[in-house]
């Protein structure tokens, strides 16, 4: 091995669960992001909602490690927004993207379907699934005690919280295909909170994908997959995601501190001696690429670090907080809100895709 391998930082594990970011760092190491191998991306809006679609082959996979399947974002925004409106619409083009999902999966219309939340009850960012469970209309018992009086435009539909290894002492995939083999629905919709590379993300974004879950993979506690190949029936998973790691925080907050005084040099005639604001009242919002600063001001601004690629930066991050274990799994301090808001506009969606007589009410009240 020679000196500069020997010397080489090794490379960061970054946590993520979303297949859109793994899209977008394999971009920033490699090469633009139509030429990714075996990887096909197409983004659409549909009422005011950005929506990404990411289809993975076999190629794809050794690309992103990430399964073959199809790969849903919706960009959800109006949860942080508290913007009733925009969660509707949210909402909306959830069921329509679940629906889509279910068509390519063969799912038929009068199915069977079991709805599954992953997660712990009693932390509040590991909620999602349990909460959104809570919410979910459940209809199978009355298929099986009072099919004749129930109308045409639903569906049998179950649902259940295994819990998590840690409370219940088994794992949660045994559990749930103990269900299915005495139960036997069609389909699986599991639910859960998902980790993301991006504070941008947390809570704004909903993945939904057929290519199963892994639970608690986003902290670092990977359990036994739920998917096709282990449940043997159609899995569609919808997450979340909820949490970040310190190294993600402090790294994105280089990244917006750079582009913060990218921008302002360039809105200024003449640089600022001090990289102190000079007037509170600039408002720098949607900050991209474009507003970081050359390399002489990168460096004059943080030195070394200036102009490290995001990789290099994280792996450094890394390196100094893990040893003493201070890098932490972080959430926002107003999830309580935003879980409550998500498990609700996620609820609504799944209901409106299972059953065609339900459909999302326009500005729906999102209790808290």
């Known amino acids: 091995m020679g000196k500069n391998e020997e010397n080489k ?5 970054v946590r993520t669960d979303l297949a859109v970011e793994a899209r977008d760092m394999y971009v920033e190491k490699e090469k633009p992001a139509e030429e990714v191998p075996g990887v096909t991306v197409k983004d659409d809006t549909y009422n005011n909602v950005k929506v990404s679609h990411i289809e993975i082959s076999e190629q794809g996979e050794k690309s992103l490690n ?6 849903i974002t919706i960009f959800a925004d109006g949860v942080k927004k508290q913007d009733t409106k925009m969660q509707s619409n949210a909402a909306k083009v959830l069921a329509t993207q679940i629906v889509k999902m279910m068509r390519k999966n063969k799912i038929e219309q009068g199915s069977k379907g079991l709805i599954v939340g992953l997660g712990n009850w009693n932390v509040t960012p590991d909620a999602l699934g349990p909460m959104t469970v809570e919410k979910v209309m459940v209809t199978n018992h009355l298929f099986e005690l009072n099919f004749e009086n129930v109308a045409s435009g639903y569906r049998p539909v179950a649902a259940l919280s295994p819990g998590v290894m840690g409370v219940t002492g088994m794992e949660t995939s045994d559990i749930i295909l103990s269900i299915i083999e005495k139960f036997k629905p069609d389909f699986v919709i599991v639910i859960d909170a998902l980790a993301s590379r991006s504070i941008e993300r947390i809570n704004e974004t909903i993945q939904i994908t ?5 639970p608690g993979s986003g902290v670092g506690n990977k359990r036994k997959e739920l998917s096709r190949e282990t449940l043997g029936i159609p899995v569609i998973a919808v997450g979340v995601p909820t949490v970040v790691d310190a190294v993600t925080i402090a790294s994105d907050t280089l990244d917006y501190l750079l582009k913060h005084m990218g921008r302002e040099l360039k809105e200024k005639d003449t640089p600022r001696s001090s990289l102190i604001p000079s007037s509170m009242s600039i ?18 601004f ?30 926002p301090k107003e999830i309580d809100g935003y879980m409550v808001d998500m498990a609700h506009l996620i609820a609504q969606g799944i209901n409106a895709a299972l059953h065609e007589k339900v459909i999302v009410e326009e500005g729906a009240q999102y209790t808290r």
């Open 283 to 300: 408002k720098h919002e949607n900050l991209t690429n474009e507003d970081l600063p050359d390399e002489e001001n990168r460096s004059k």
């Open 66 to 71: 990430k399964k073959p399947g199809s790969y």
């Open 9 to 13: 930082p090794k490379q960061y594990g």
């Open 210 to 214: 057929d290519t199963g879950i892994h």
């Open 302 to 331: 943080l030195g070394l670090v200036g102009n490290l690629s995001d990789q290099e930066k994280r792996s450094l991050l890394e390196e100094v907080l893990s040893p003493t274990g201070k890098n932490l799994i972080v959430t």
